[in-house]
């Protein structure tokens, strides 16, 4: 049962973080369990329920719009969540790993187009779009590259409202969050 605090809360960055670190966690605790984005779905419903009301998997942002990983519906001030993982390389892991197991990154602006796109275009007052980028690999990403190309990718943004990019990383120096937002709209 939900309590009254937990009706009022939305998602805030800080609990993006905690989010993407559980994940990680959990990611490395099972590392032939999670995979891929899809894998982490109901981890990620697990995690937010406890603490958000309303939570909703593949929703609608509003009408004619697309599906948006996660939206938080219960609330004065509604938030989205888009979930993009990089996974393993076979490299990564002393396990033994499914043939099948994927060996590109998911993290990348021009993958994410879309993702940026629906954050970018879902209306209302809200602050809480984010995209979280979840780094299962052993060596992080170059963050002042991702956050160049994620900025010089909000150019071509869709919608006028920013869009809060967090990277997770085991190597926590590595972690990072960032604004993007198309500076032609306003």
């Known amino acids: 049962m939900a309590s009254k605090n937990q009706n009022a809360h939305t998602l805030t960055l800080g609990d993006v973080k905690r989010l993407g670190a559980a994940l990680l966690d959990i990611a490395d605790r099972y590392p032939t369990g999670f995979v891929t984005e899809i894998d982490f779905y109901p981890l990620v419903i697990a995690f937010l329920s406890w603490k958000l009301a309303g939570l909703k998997a593949e929703a609608r942002g509003g009408e004619g719009t697309e599906a948006v990983d996660f939206k938080v519906t219960r609330t004065t001030n509604p938030a989205y969540l888009e979930l993009a993982v990089a996974p393993r390389v076979l490299g990564d892991l002393e396990a033994d790993v499914p043939k099948a197991f994927p060996n590109k990154t998911q993290l990348y602006a021009t993958q994410n187009a879309s993702e940026l796109n629906k954050l970018s275009s879902l209306g209302g007052a809200t602050k809480g779009r984010f995209l979280l980028l979840l780094d299962l ?13 994620y900025e010089a990718a909000a150019k071509e943004m869709s919608g006028s409202n920013g869009v809060r990019v967090v990277y997770i990383h085991r190597d926590k120096q590595s972690c990072a969050d960032f604004l993007i937002k198309n500076p032609a709209k306003k």
Do not use: C, F, Y
């Open 137 to 149: 690999r052993k060596k992080p990403h170059d963050v002042q590259d991702l956050r160049n190309k």
